[in-house]
């Protein structure tokens, strides 16, 4: 019993916070109610209608969707597939009647080819939004069809059962519209805000957990098989890069509503609104990809990473800066400013390539490079290697000096070099040689996922700019206020 | 008329093409269609089911779907939905009898209830698979309570309706198991091995594009966008990137299937099919942002990249042969060779990891580097470049000089050194950096796009090490053929 209880108890905590996180939840299921609670009045009132009364229940139910997109476009459906089943059956009906004792026979024909018509049709690729008009369409041609044959009273049949689907829909539209409608639209377009956030704070994590070399919680396997995991950085993007089917379904609804609060304008440009979504998930496929370089088991040495921390961060918090702009612009639904945002970053962006280049020795291994110099100092390297054998240490000795080296200002390093040159020439000693390629490839890798996650950074920066295209272009077709014409007013 | 028949012609291309490239979709549709005339034939034969008939052929055309989990799933949700729909209200039913000349008003209030009760728990994210009985269950809650009401045949109509449904269920269950059955799991087999050979010929292909210098199409902004376009690069990777909402509908289905066909196991793994799909996504993921590289604006010069050519392209190939390898064992159902499949593409891997350590000044842009010796000649350079005041000639030449001291080999360069040692030592003149400044950034990024795309590749061979992994789980948990134990039946 105890067992129960708590069961019953986590129930309705859970509950609880369904109805707390979106009120809108229990407003859609009381409205359900009520449409349900006045279709029955209805049907109480009027005692002619009870036999067929069944459709009016049914509609309801099916009809009754979250959005008021979903509900229009399934009352739509539903109309259109009883009206055209309802004369197709008629027809079919005369037909029939003259076949005379072959009636049945033809019947039962007509219901395989109308059957196998219908759910042909529903699986062309252009016909999918149309697909639960097929089947009421079928179930209404059959039921006519069957119950008309019993009776004769085909054309009774026919229009009963269509005004109370038209009496069920009409009810379920006038609820679901009158009180506190919820819109597809309206869904869409604070999707899309809100995915802008998140990848902001995403991008500004990542760069300052690079940064401060914190592993995170390292949940690699999770991440890399694509599955769920707690992390609040994945929470951050995984919303803009996993919205597709969402953003599909929201916009087939949307396009059915009508123009309404902010959106007032026929044939709003939905499609924007994804095409800018889909210019943000390209984005957040950087995000991504920089999220991996934390998780990746190759690092970066914390003091490299040191090197470009002002340029990275910069292009981090500018990049997150403009995301975060854009996703206020588009709540407040204004046009962009007339200056161009992503200056600052571009500029934030030039500068970090400008360190790469000026310091791009720190991400190469330069020790181990083909022209003359270098190689050099390497057999000789190797050489002493071979004598004292202790492959790893010497390696890090080897490291360490060659850092040293490159690190030198430009006044010593003549001198050094001179004395590199004066040192002994020996022929390579392959064995020694093979023996450091394992530590330095991966030596070698780890400089180069510095490169890769800075290099990433600038490509998400170049994808900025298609983004602001779009953004600029979704503006311009749902004539969004231009924030100068405001001040101006007011 | 003409532009009607031409309609009507297209229309018909367009049928034979879906039914020609899917047969089963013309199965499908025969085999509703034969089910929609059994049912009308048991209702033609039996006159006393005749006013209830509706609801059998409202099962038939609800519960028939597609795939047999599906089916099944839907034909579940139905039954349990009537069953403790019917048990509910003919308790409901014995209450508001009791309550004698307020039963109207307890069955309107039962009625919002029942409707906001149902409507809320179906938006419970782990009732979401249940959806479908939840509507089932407010349906007949009210059509029983109703009808009920008015002929006061509660338990008639109650058996009834679950009684026509039950052989709706049974004649769409038998048509669909026993006729050329569709199964979900298949599907999800398939898909899975599909994508697989996808990312592989599209990993081919980008490799040899991006060696070849070949810019495609240029189809820039619509893959900026995520959206679809014609390449065929572009769909070979991409039925592998979005598979993600195909995939988890058709997992909830085929967890429903009996064991059948290869699957002979209760309990199939399943889920591990979508790990194993997720794990490739996170490959292909890499496979779009090579891509990326071939379709960015920055491009590395030609040159650049012939000295990468052997190695990126083994790399390139050994991967797609991995992939390759993978998607034939799933399709065979074969585990994996002892041997280590990744050994190859690892090492060669290796080998252009190595390769790049080598060419690494040819990844950076080495005249701009802080230390000594390099500024040094930049500073005479840009001396030089005040002289003649022509930038971007200037430029050109200055790259060519300072690329050809890079390539020559080791025993010419101390001289070179020693000559550029002796020249003048000049103050910088900052005014002539400035105006370098700008197209030596474009230069090294395009060296950088080099980096990018090879550490792409190799973050690419390190991901495929977890695809094996999860493939190998499946492999144990689907109980896979050995191809070793095979051998020796044989």
């Not at 007509?110 to 939004?129: H, N, V």
């Not at 800018?276 to 998930?281: E, M, T, W």
């Given at each position: 019993i105890v067992k129960c209880w708590k069961r019953v108890k986590s129930f309705g905590v859970k509950a609880w916070e369904i109805g707390r996180s979106d009120p809108r939840n229990v407003m859609f299921s009381a409205k359900l109610g009520l449409a349900l609670t006045l279709i029955s009045l209805l049907i109480f009132l009027r005692e002619d209608m009870s036999r067929y009364s069944v459709w009016a229940i049914l509609t309801v139910v099916v009809v009754f969707e979250?959005?008021?997109?979903?509900?229009?476009?399934?009352?739509?459906?539903?109309?259109?597939?009883?009206?055209?089943?309802?004369?197709?059956?008629?027809?079919?009906?005369?037909?029939?009647?003259?076949?005379?004792?072959?009636?049945?026979?033809?019947?039962?024909?007509?219901?395989?080819?109308?059957?196998?018509?219908?759910?042909?049709?529903?699986?062309?690729?252009?016909?999918?939004?149309?697909?639960?008009?097929?089947?009421?369409f079928l179930i209404t041609y059959c039921f006519i069809t069957i119950s008309g044959y019993r009776t004769g009273e085909f054309v009774e049949t026919a229009v009963n059962r269509f005004l109370l689907i038209a009496l069920g829909a009409s009810v379920s539209l006038g609820v679901n519209i009158c009180i506190y409608p919820i819109w597809a639209g309206e869904d869409l377009h604070n999707l899309v805000t809100k995915n802008f956030i998140g990848v902001a704070t995403s991008l500004e994590d990542i760069v300052n957990n690079y940064l401060s070399f914190n592993e995170c919680k390292r949940v690699p396997s999770k991440t890399l098989t694509y599955e769920v995991s707690d992390d609040p950085i994945y929470n951050g993007y995984r919303s803009a890069v996993e919205s597709t089917s969402k953003e599909d379904s929201l916009i087939v609804f949307a396009v059915w509503e009508p123009p309404h609060g902010h959106y007032k304008m026929l044939k709003y440009p939905w499609k924007n609104y994804v095409k800018?979504?889909?210019?943000?998930?390209h984005c957040a496929l950087m995000v991504m990809a920089m999220h991996g370089c934390i998780l990746s088991e190759i690092q970066a040495p914390a003091e490299k990473r040191h090197v470009f921390h002002c340029e990275l961060q910069r292009v981090g918090s500018e990049g997150a800066k403009v995301l975060r702009e854009l996703g206020n612009k588009l709540k407040k639904m204004e046009k962009l400013d007339r200056e161009d945002l992503l200056y600052v970053v571009h500029e934030a962006a030039e500068e970090l390539q400008h360190k790469i280049d000026k310091k791009s020795y720190l991400l190469v291994n330069s020790e181990s490079w083909e022209i003359g110099n270098r190689p050099r100092e390497e057999k000789r390297d190797n050489l002493r290697g071979l004598f004292n054998r202790d492959g790893e240490r010497k390696f890090l000795e080897h490291k360490s000096l060659s850092e040293a080296v490159l690190d030198l200002r430009s006044v010593e390093v003549p001198k050094s070099w001179d004395a590199k040159l004066t040192s002994e020439n020996n022929p390579a000693v392959p064995a020694a040689i093979i023996l450091n390629n394992i530590s330095k490839t991966y030596e070698s890798a780890s400089a180069l996922s510095l490169t890769t996650f800075t290099s990433l950074l600038i490509e998400f920066v170049a994808r900025l700019q298609n983004l602001v295209d779009s953004f600029e272009e979704l503006g311009e077709k749902a004539k969004f206020v231009d924030p100068l014409d405001q001040q101006e007013e007011s």
């Open positions: 979250f959005h008021i997109g979903a509900t229009l476009s399934k009352g739509f459906n539903r109309g259109l597939g009883t009206l055209s089943a309802g004369a197709l059956a008629l027809g079919m009906a005369e037909l029939s009647f003259l076949a005379g004792k072959w009636e049945e026979l033809i019947i039962i024909i007509s219901i395989f080819t109308i059957g196998f018509c219908a759910t042909y049709a529903k699986l062309f690729p252009t016909l999918k939004p149309y697909e639960y008009g097929f089947r009421v800018v979504s889909g210019a943000l998930r």
